[in-house]
């Protein structure tokens, strides 16, 4: 078939997949506002997500590429969709990330809060109390369902070693075709040994409809390589994203997300953008810390902002008196295939790691009736 002929199919394949209830992508749950932008995890795409320290990029990053997908299929369980998640967590052991999970499961299931300290009984003041341990062993089918479809891995940290679990994985789910290399007589270009030479085709998935999300949180804690010539962080970041991610996206189908710091001046409170407003310094791609070029290599970029820590009263029609630290906003700062620079008001749980939407500033009763759910902690 021809180049045109293979488009042809697909796009007809993809509008069979829509009228069956199939999106070509894996929507964002409980997004909708965000979902008219940027419709869900797809396929050979590249996204960033950036923001300053302590701002809850990790645990957004999970809201929207873990606990999203997942509850996805969870509602849709007549959906062909398959997924599985390598989580490359850099920043906290696997037990911390389990821990996390079981803290939010029996909080969104029972109403129960918490704390991962208490559920591992450290401190004096922190124990887990019978009833709660008798919650964890009840919800055993639903968490052992959730970490079949996510791995945690805690103890890969270089560039190579991350693509080389990933290609592994992808290529025990499909197949790679080759294409031998030819010569300008057309005879067979051969390798030191006398075989033919052999060059990547194309990568056949053995499901079409079974993402593989690979996430990497966060840059700045990638290993060097030195033996390999990646002797800095900077070095490390560039060779996973502009080389590593770039392969697993183009070559192998695959859905790669990083997390990445914004530069540690745009934390500080004095930091301000010098225009009327005097509004703080916000998430941008030339504030991404360690290595900016990364801007270049992704299709979606998020940044995620906490006005409250800098002590604003109020922030794109929203009263951050009355939502505090419970406020985000979060802003598209890149997107290939639709519209960039848009603003979106979220409602952040930080004990559970909850994000949700908030009306637009501009609905009024809507946002007034959040206000007050949020205050009684009823959102």
């Known amino acids: 078939m021809s180049l045109i ?4 199919k697909d796009i007809k394949q993809n509008r069979k997949n829509w009228l069956n209830g199939y999106y070509n992508c894996i929507p964002f749950i409980g997004m909708d506002r965000l979902t008219s932008y940027v419709p869900g995890l797809e396929k050979s795409t590249y996204y960033l997500v950036t ?23 969870r509602l849709n369980l007549s959906s062909p969709i398959k997924f599985k998640i390598l989580f490359f967590s850099l920043e906290e052991s696997k037990q ?12 969104l299931k029972y109403g129960v809060r918490v704390s991962k300290r208490e559920l591992m009984s450290i401190g004096k003041p922190n124990t887990i109390d019978q009833k709660t341990i008798d919650l964890v062993e009840k919800s055993k089918e639903d968490l052992a369902g959730f970490f079949d479809c996510v791995e945690v891995i805690d103890d890969i940290r270089n560039p190579y070693g991350i693509y080389k679990k990933c290609k592994d994985h992808l290529e025990s789910r499909g197949k790679v075709t080759y294409k031998k290399l030819f010569k300008s007589d057309g005879t067979p270009k051969k390798d030191e040994e006398g075989n033919d030479k052999m060059y990547f085709d194309k990568y056949i998935p053995d499901n079409p409809y079974e993402y593989t999300i690979i996430i990497v949180d966060h840059a700045a804690l990638l290993t060097p390589e030195p033996t390999r010539g990646i002797r800095t962080i900077k070095d490390a970041i560039s060779d996973l994203s502009s080389r590593r991610f770039l392969e697993l996206r183009d070559r192998y189908q695959a859905t790669v997300v990083l997390v990445q710091q914004q530069n540690a001046a745009t934390d500080k409170k004095n930091d301000f953008i ?5 509004q703080l310094k916000e998430p941008s791609l030339a504030n991404l810390g360690e290595h900016k070029l990364t801007q270049q290599d992704c299709n979606v970029a998020m940044g995620l902002y906490s006005p409250s820590r800098f002590e604003n009263t109020a922030y794109r029609g929203y009263d951050i008196q009355k939502l505090q630290e419970k406020f985000r906003s979060l802003s598209i700062l890149k997107n290939r295939d639709g519209v960039p620079e848009i603003a979106l008001g979220l409602y952040f749980d930080g ?9 637009h500033h501009e609905q009024y009763d809507e946002l007034a009736h959040a206000y007050k759910l949020i205050q009684n902690n009823k959102f």
Do not use: M, W
């Open 51 to 73: 923001a300053s320290t302590g701002i809850g990029k990790s645990k957004f990053s999970r809201c929207l590429f873990v606990h999203s997908p997942y509850e996805y299929k």
């Open 274 to 278: 010098k225009d009327q407003n005097k």
């Open 5 to 8: 002929d293979n488009y042809i």
């Open 351 to 359: 004990a559970t790691g909850i994000f949700k939407e908030l009306p």
């Open 96 to 107: 911390s990330f389990i821990n996390g999970e079981v803290s939010r499961h029996l909080f």
